[in-house]
T-cell receptor, first 113, second 114 residues
Framework: DAGVIQSPRHEVTEMGQEVTLRCKPI?????LFWYRQTMMRGLELLIY????????DSGMPEDRFSAKMPNASFSTLKIQPSEPRDSAVYFC???????????FGDGTRLSIL | GENVEQHPSTLSVQEGDSAVIKCTYS??????FPWYKQELGKGPQLIID?????GEKKDQRIAVTLNKTAKHFSLHITETQPEDSAVYFC?????????????FGKGTHLIIQP
């Protein structure tokens, strides 16, 4: 079975540019999570969806961050405008309704210059 | 919200010896505790998990113990091998029928010395 697929794997862009990260969850999974990993803060939850509906976005750091899930097989995390402090590895994870565990993708390493 | 503390941050053991990583959590309502292994350039991969109605769970060389009263849980790896070298994360969440985001510890860098 295909796992969680994220793209791009690496992104380098200049401050102020718009960044879009993409995620394809495991087929049949009803929950999708976005996490961010930094040396200082570790792994932290940004937002999660259930059946394509955002449930909790309290972890989204600022209004510059937005996430969408237009259908069950695709989600995006957008940063506009990007800043150097947004540099991190962003992970997407998915899980079945009412069940653990969460399965993680291999992440997008984002560098904002 | 939940807070998870993990110790040590770095652990170096001789190949063949055992390794123990400890975590504490703050929310007594938490009832699910997974452990993830992360290798360089990869996402976290689940290695074992435990629910609050179980005190111990074992899978070959890996075991997890849970003390609900003290609110701490531990990962035990026996007969360590070079491929066990990685960063290990504990996590906790309250899974009340739905699914919520995991709260992670800060990670333990496990180094297996040959």
């Amino acid at each position: 079975d295909a796992g969680v697929i994220q793209s791009p794997r690496h992104e380098v862009t200049e401050m102020g540019q718009e960044v879009t990260l993409r995620c394809k969850p495991i087929s049949g999974h009803d929950y999708l999570f976005w996490y961010r990993q930094t040396m200082m803060r570790g792994l932290e939850l940004l937002i999660y969806f259930n059946n394509n509906v955002p449930i909790d976005d309290s972890g989204m750091p600022e209004d510059r961050f937005s996430a969408k899930m237009p259908n069950a097989s695709f989600s995006t995390l957008k940063i506009q405008p990007s800043e150097p402090r947004d540099s991190a590895v962003y992970f997407c994870a998915s899980s079945r309704q009412g069940r653990q565990p969460q399965h993680f993708g291999d992440g997008t390493r984002l560098s904002i210059l | 919200g939940e807070n998870v503390e993990q110790h040590p941050s770095t652990l170096s053991v001789q190949e063949g010896d055992s390794a123990v990583i400890k975590c504490t959590y703050s929310d007594s309502a938490s009832n699910y505790f997974p452990w993830y292994k992360q290798e360089l350039g990869k996402g976290p991969q689940l290695i074992i998990d435990i629910r609050s109605n179980v005190g111990e769970k074992k899978d070959q060389r890996i075991a997890v113990t849970l003390n609900k009263t003290a609110k701490h849980f531990s990962l035990h790896i026996t007969e360590t091998q070079p491929e066990d070298s990685a960063v290990y994360f504990c996590a906790a969440l309250y899974s009340g029928g739905g699914a919520d985001g995991l709260t992670f510890g800060k990670g333990t860098h496990l180094i297996i010395q040959p």
